[in-house]
C-alpha cells in the first residue's frame, strides 16, 4: 500500500499581513516547520509540499529524507485552498499512491502520532474512502482520502477545502480521536499565534 503527504503551506496569511510559515514559535522554530517534520516522520513517501511561488523557503526544514521531498510551488494559490489542494494532487498522481494524507503548515501540535493513527485505520479497513480526524464533533484534516476520492478533490473549487467531502454521505469514511484538542488549533491571526506560542512553550518545559 502506498500513501503519500500533501503538506499545504501555500497559505496567503492576509489576516498576518503576509505569509505565516515563517513565523517563529519560539526561537528558531518556524510555525510551518512543526507538522512538516511530524509527516516526514510518520512513514509517507513522498511528502509533497506545496508553497506560494514567491516564498524564499526559510522556513522549511531539512527533509528527513531528501529524496522523499518534492516542493512544489503553486502559481494560483491566491485564489484559494482548492488550488493548493489540485498541485499537491497532481504532483503526487505519477505516484500512483492508494491514499493521500492531507495536513496544513499552521497547525503545529499535529504529531507523528496521529498520522500514524490514520494510515493505520486504512490499512486495517482499505475500503474506506477516507480516514479523517474529529474535533467538537467536526471531521477535519488532517485526514487521509483513498484515491477514490481524488476526482472529487480535484473538483473542489476556490477557498473550499476537503470540508465538504468529510460531510458527505457519498463517501464512507472513518473518525480518529487525537490525543489532545490542541491538534485542531490552526493559526490565522496574531491572536491566535500568540496563544499558540504560549502553548507551545508549555508543551516544550
Not at 99 to 125: G, H, K, N
Not at 196 to 201: A, C, G, H, N, P
Request: proline share 7%; with cysteine; glycine share 8%.
Amino acid at each position: 500500500m502506498k500513501v503519500c503527504g500533501i503538506y499545504l503551506a501555500a497559505g496567503k496569511g492576509s489576516r498576518m499581513g503576509g505569509s505565516k510559515v515563517s513565523r517563529e514559535l519560539s526561537p528558531g522554530v518556524p510555525l510551518g516547520s512543526v507538522a512538516l517534520r511530524e509527516l516526514e516522520n510518520s512513514g509517507f513517501a513522498p511528502v509533497i509540499v506545496v508553497v506560494r511561488a514567491d516564498d524564499p523557503l526559510e522556513w522549511l526544514p531539512p527533509a528527513v529524507v531528501p529524496s522523499l521531498r518534492k516542493t512544489v510551488p503553486c502559481l494560483n494559490a491566491d485564489k484559494g485552498l482548492s488550488y493548493s489542494l489540485r498541485c499537491g494532487l497532481n504532483a503526487v498522481m505519477p505516484y500512483e499512491p492508494d491514499a493521500v494524507v492531507i495536513a496544513l503548515a499552521d497547525q503545529p501540535f499535529v504529531t507523528a502520532a496521529l498520522f500514524s493513527r490514520l494510515l493505520e485505520t486504512f490499512r486495517r479497513s482499505p475500503e474506506l474512502d477516507y480516514v479523517a480526524c474529529t474535533y467538537g464533533g467536526v471531521r477535519m484534516v488532517p485526514a487521509l482520502f483513498s484515491n477514490t476520492v481524488f476526482p472529487a478533490l480535484q473538483r473542489l473549487e476556490g477557498d473550499r477545502g476537503a470540508a465538504g467531502i468529510l460531510r458527505s454521505s457519498v463517501f464512507e469514511g472513518r473518525i480518529v480521536e487525537p490525543e489532545s484538542s490542541w491538534f485542531a488549533k490552526d493559526v490565522d491571526t496574531e491572536a491566535e499565534l500568540r496563544e499558540v506560542q504560549l502553548e507551545w512553550k508549555r508543551h516544550q518545559m
